[in-house]
């Protein structure tokens, strides 16, 4: 098996959504749904479907709180769901208090591609020849 890691960050911006989410999809590594768009997207390793679910990180990278008022209620939620194929990324504020950037990172096994070429063809059934001692 070969490894694969998938990074990048959503960006979410200071006009963007306080509640939202995002599908990013593994195989092309690319956004398929949602209200914020993934940027510095990285792939290292070869392409391909991951063979179980992968491990994954997601962390709140940039947050910003507007209106410091000390009886305020911020808080920030984040979510996530994983298959095989993609990550979702959901996200919610509340109060002056939002998400700007959320990074993830994705680790898993792929088919190794070099095990996909076989090599030299054996007949079924061959034998080995045998060496006479003299």
Request: proline share 7%; glycine share 10%; net charge positive.
């Amino acid at each position: 098996m070969a490894l694969r890691v998938l990074s990048g960050f959503v960006n979410v911006k200071s006009t963007g959504p306080k509640s939202g989410r995002v599908r990013i999809g593994f195989d092309p590594h690319q956004k398929i749904s949602g209200d914020a768009n993934p940027v510095e997207r990285k792939t290292i390793g070869p392409s391909g479907r991951f063979v179980s679910t992968p491990a994954k990180l997601i962390a709140l990278r940039q947050v910003s709180l507007i209106g410091l008022d000390p009886m305020a209620d911020y808080k920030l939620r984040l979510g996530d769901t994983i298959t095989r194929d993609d990550l979702e990324i959901t996200w919610s504020g509340k109060g002056p208090a939002f998400s700007e950037e959320i990074s993830y990172l994705v680790i898993g096994e792929v088919p190794d591609p070099r095990s996909a070429t076989k090599g030299p063809h054996v007949r079924k059934g061959a034998k080995a020849k045998k060496t006479r001692r003299r």
